[in-house]
């Protein structure tokens, strides 16, 4: 009777063998789990001592290493929702003290050039809840040109510095457009209003 | 005072702050730490034993250098894995070699895994043998993007990080490489 040849495992059909028997997801399975237990090879002994003989020599001093932090580019991150406090405390900052800023003592500058000279601008209306002044110095916008009321009297005054120039100006009573009721030069501004003409010329040539 | 005073095991980013802080010894349980994932980098990458070991003594010399780069709060890994891979990537581009590693370098069965010749080790370690063999195949982003995230089991972020692509770039290497390795492997064995 012949001898049977003993069977010897392929390594060819080993994996075919198992994963035959297997289902797609446990094959898949299987294969992660052997990459995770996948034998590694050890470094060799000399290397830690050798990277640290060079790090070693390679110390840099404190200084040189501030230098590198402090060039060294960095990525910041934030979230907007953190900034909204502190937007909104810089909006109340900047709302709060504009006024503050802008009018002081009634006095509005709106040019802060040398050679700036001093109007004064009043007018008596009594009875008006609000009288701003509105012309070609401040763009026709009625802030910050708002007049005060001196107290206990009905007369509306704000001073500002101009720059010498012709100006055109008008109030806004209530909202309401009026030339300057005491000025000697109205003129017609083409839409059935009338502006105050204000002239200032430099002490010099006065 | 040094971060790691009194303490027996402590995390990447105590190390490196005892580092930055002068203390330069420090640096050596990071590379104890990780000098087998960067060692085993470099062999897949070149398939020489001194090749991965010049490679992995340098890559923790460039990391060393380049730490103050280093982002506070990020994981250490990722960041000393893609210095190690663009030093390998470079390494061949000088020397035009390719990623193949041959399998007698690894010498399998010779580590404590395989204390003995029984049978079902003897299995296992065929099968680690056909992985490794079907892992050579793979181009080296799917192989690497595998072998993080399975074997140094990385979080796809992490995987992302050390390879320099974006989430879903990793996560499609991964799938990806999965799935041809499992094809590798089938058609292998019919």
């Not at chain 1, 059909?13 to 990459?35: G, L």
């Not at chain 1, 000279?117 to 009875?127: R, S």
């Amino acid at each position: 009777m012949k001898n049977k040849k003993p069977e010897v495992a392929d390594p060819e059909t080993v994996f075919a063998s198992r994963s035959n028997a297997c289902t797609s997801d446990e094959t898949t399975d299987r294969i992660k789990n052997m990459i995770r237990d996948m034998p590694q090879i050890e470094p060799p002994a000399g290397l830690l001592r050798s990277v640290m003989e060079s790090v070693e020599a390679r110390s840099v001093p404190l200084w040189v290493r501030a230098y590198r932090w402090a060039r060294s580019p960095r990525t910041v991150s934030f979230n907007f929702l953190y900034l909204t406090p502190a937007m909104v405390a810089c909006a109340l900052l900047v709302f709060l003290a504009l006024p503050l800023h802008k009018k002081q003592n009634g006095n509005v500058v709106l040019n802060e050039a040398k050679g700036l000279i001093p109007v004064q601008i009043a007018m008596d209306m009594p009875g008006a809840h609000s009288v701003h002044v509105v012309g070609s110095f401040n763009g026709w916008v009625p802030q910050p040109c708002s007049l005060e009321k001196r107290n206990g009297s009905n007369r509306w005054i704000l001073t500002l510095q101009l720059q010498p120039g012709r100006y055109e100006y008008a109030f806004l009573v209530d909202g309401k457009h009026m030339p300057h009721p005491d000025a000697e030069f109205n003129q017609d501004d083409g839409f059935g209003n009338k502006n105050t003409v204000l002239a200032l010329e430099k002490e010099d040539d006065a | 005072m040094n971060p790691l005073h009194g303490n027996a095991d402590p995390d990447d980013a105590q190390v490196i702050s005892a580092i930055s802080k002068g203390d330069v010894n420090a640096y050596s349980i990071l590379v104890l730490r990780y000098q087998k994932p960067v060692f085993n980098l470099m062999l897949r990458m070149t398939g020489s034993y001194e090749d991965a070991t010049d490679l992995t003594q340098e890559t923790f010399i460039r990391a060393y250098d380049q730490l103050y780069r280093f982002q506070k709060g990020k994981k250490f890994f990722p960041w000393l894995y893609t210095i190690g891979l663009n030093h390998a990537r470079n390494f061949l581009r000088h020397k035009k070699l390719t990623h193949y590693v041959p399998l007698e370098d690894c010498e399998m069965g010779s580590g404590p895994e395989y204390p003995g010749r029984q049978e079902e080790e003897i299995c296992a370690k065929l099968d680690y043998e056909q992985l490794h063999a079907a892992l050579d195949q793979l181009p080296f982003d799917y192989r690497e993007a595998i072998v993080l995230r399975y074997h140094e089991e990385l979080s796809m972020e992490n995987v992302a990080e050390a390879l320099s692509l974006k989430l879903s770039a990793a996560k499609m290497r991964v799938h990806r490489g999965l799935a041809r390795l499992r094809y590798i492997l089938e058609k292998k064995t019919k």
